[in-house]
């Protein structure tokens, strides 16, 4: 863990807002040079604080209006690795995230697809055909709010 100051916490909730902000634009706004921001962010980066960028798309626009949580309980944890089930849900193009997960589920996965109907077929005929897959709850998304959470 490195030690932020109040500018590197500052210059982290501008990328959190938007990533695609230059360090001349980020400056301005904080009242810094474009070399001083790109000194920090660089730093950031080097220690592992900033870890990647991500494109967020709009799955609705995309075709994808249902989006589901899955929680998967495996039915034979000592027959099949937790890394073979990793590997193949993985594979799935509709799972878009797989944490694994301690409590009454050893897994919950971000699906999503066309319609319900689309969804039932993802389901039967992918991820319940895994193996060693035991009970699974569905539970569909009504709506989202993101926050970057905490910065320090």
Not at 99 to 104: F, V
Request: hydrophobic share 40%; glycine share 8%; proline share 3%.
């Amino acid at each position: 863990m490195i030690a932020l100051d109040t500018t590197d916490r500052l210059i982290l909730r501008e990328l959190c807002r938007d990533a695609t902000q230059s360090a001349s634009v980020i400056g301005r706004s904080l009242g810094l040079s474009q070399p001083a921001v790109w000194r920090r962010i660089r730093r950031l980066w080097d220690n592992g604080v900033i870890k990647g960028q991500r494109l967020e798309l709009d799955q609705e626009r995309l075709g994808f209006g249902v989006t589901v949580f899955l929680g998967v309980k495996l039915a034979t944890k000592g027959r099949v690795s937790l890394d073979d089930f990793e590997r193949a849900v993985s594979a799935i193009p509709e799972v878009q995230t797989v944490e694994h997960i301690l409590g009454l589920y050893d897994y919950r996965l971000r699906v999503v697809a066309r319609d319900i109907a689309d969804f039932e077929r993802v389901l039967r005929r992918r991820i319940m055909t895994l193996p060693g897959v035991g009970d699974v709850e569905a539970n569909v998304l009504l709506s989202e709010e993101r926050r970057p959470g905490p910065i320090g």
